[in-house]
């Protein structure tokens, strides 16, 4: 058996320390190791569906962010979750759409962690989120509106000006820090 498939078996180990020593080993490996994982992306298992993508997350290429897109539909939450925070921590500019989808998860983390992929992304994510920030779900526009004060990018700016007055507390509260974190609307005078 190849050092892969040995470490791919040892994501199974129920031991967690073990199971993040062979995700990181693997990782190290390279693109070839996404091979060992791959048969675990399609388990019945949830848990064996949850370690496949956290190992693919720390795999680079792009066979492993077509798996951590495919996760981001999987029906196990915890799942979805470990696809969306692989996304944040490697963001991948074709992840945008998919990603935006998910910002109305029935799982809030989900749609959080989408969120904060989005935000990774930078400014080839405000076409999506200029999109979601006007949706009708005020769900989908917090998130929309937390990920683009989380930029922290100019060119959003005439988003959070818009959504200051939006219906929703949540919303208008990260229109103004994102405004605040861009320095717009300070006011400096001499004491």
Do not use: C, Y
């Not at 495919?70 to 029906?75: I, P």
């Not at 470990?82 to 490697?90: H, K, M, N, W």
């Not at 989120?129 to 769900?139: E, Q």
């Amino acid at each position: 058996m190849s050092d892969a498939g040995r470490l791919a078996r040892e994501l199974l180990s129920d031991d967690e320390t073990r199971a993040e020593a062979a995700a990181a080993a693997l990782a190290q490996l390279g693109e070839p190791a996404f091979d060992a994982v791959s048969s675990l992306l399609q388990s019945p298992e949830d848990e064996t569906r949850w370690w496949a993508v956290r190992a693919a997350a720390a795999i680079p290429g792009p066979r492993s962010d077509s798996a951590l897109l495919t996760a981001l539909d999987d029906a196990a939450p915890a799942v979805r979750q470990a696809a969306a925070l692989g996304l944040r921590l490697r963001p991948a500019v074709g992840a945008t759409a998919a990603l935006a989808r998910h910002l109305d998860d029935p799982d809030a983390l989900t749609a959080r962690l989408a969120s904060d992929a989005l935000a990774a992304l930078g400014p080839s994510a405000l076409p999506e989120l200029r999109l979601a920030a006007a949706s009708p779900d005020a769900a989908v526009r917090i998130n929309a509106v937390r990920a683009m004060a989380l930029l922290k990018d100019q060119a959003a700016i005439p988003e959070l000006f818009i959504a200051l007055d939006d219906a929703s507390t949540v919303v208008r509260h990260w229109a103004e820090r994102g405004l605040e974190d861009l320095g717009v609307g300070m006011v400096f005078f001499a004491p």
